[in-house]
C-alpha cells in the first residue's frame, strides 16, 4: 500500500480547508458590511485620494463665482431615462449605489460610496470618497475636495448632474 495517504494527514487536510472556507466567508461579510456602511462625518475613505483630500484645502472652482448664491438644487442630466430628477442639496449628500446614501444611483460604475457634496466654510464642496472610476467636476477628476457652485456638473459614472 505504497499510494495511502495517513489518516492523520486527511484529517489535517480537512481542518486546514475548513479553516480557508471560513476566512472566506469572513472576508466576503467584512467586505458588504464595509461597502454597505456610510462614512461617518467627516472621513474620507481611499488610499492616495484621502491623503491628498486630507492634506489639501477647498480651493474655488474655475467656474464658480464667489459672489453668487449657494446652488440648493442638483439634476440630472444623463442619462436621458433620469433627466430632470431633482434632489434638495440641504447639508450633506452622499452620492454612491449603497442604500444608506442619499442619492443612490443603480450604476455598475459607481462605488457603494462613490462622493460626497457638502457644506463647508467655503460654499458647497464636493469630494470623491476614494471611488474606483473617480468623480469628476466639469470633466476634470476631482482628487481633493473643490468648491463648486451654480452651473458645475458632476459626474459619477455615467450619471451627471448640475448644481441650480
Not at 458588504?32 to 462614512?39: K, S
Not at 452620492?95 to 457634496?117: E, F, M
Not at 466654510?121 to 451654480?150: H, M
Request: proline share 5%; hydrophobic share 45%; net charge positive.
Amino acid at each position: 500500500m505504497s499510494g495511502a495517504v495517513p489518516d492523520a494527514l486527511l484529517t489535517l487536510l480537512r481542518w486546514c480547508l475548513l479553516a480557508l472556507i471560513y476566512l472566506f466567508f469572513f472576508r466576503v461579510l467584512q467586505a458588504t458590511w464595509h461597502g454597505a456602511l456610510a462614512p461617518a462625518k467627516g472621513s474620507i475613505r481611499g488610499g492616495a485620494n484621502a491623503r491628498l483630500a486630507r492634506q489639501a484645502k477647498p480651493v474655488a472652482a474655475p467656474s464658480a463665482p464667489q459672489s453668487a448664491a449657494a446652488p440648493s438644487r442638483l439634476v440630472v442630466v444623463e442619462p436621458a431615462d433620469q433627466a430632470g430628477t431633482v434632489h434638495v442639496v440641504n447639508g450633506e449628500l452622499t452620492i454612491g449605489r449603497a442604500a444608506g446614501c442619499q442619492i443612490t444611483l443603480d450604476d455598475t460604475y459607481i462605488s457603494q460610496l462613490h462622493a460626497r457634496l457638502s457644506s463647508g466654510e467655503s460654499g458647497l464642496v464636493v469630494e470623491d470618497l476614494g471611488s474606483t472610476n473617480g468623480t469628476y467636476l466639469n470633466r476634470q477628476r476631482v482628487t481633493a475636495p473643490v468648491v463648486v457652485g451654480q452651473g458645475d456638473r458632476i459626474q459619477v459614472g455615467s450619471t451627471v448632474m448640475e448644481l441650480q
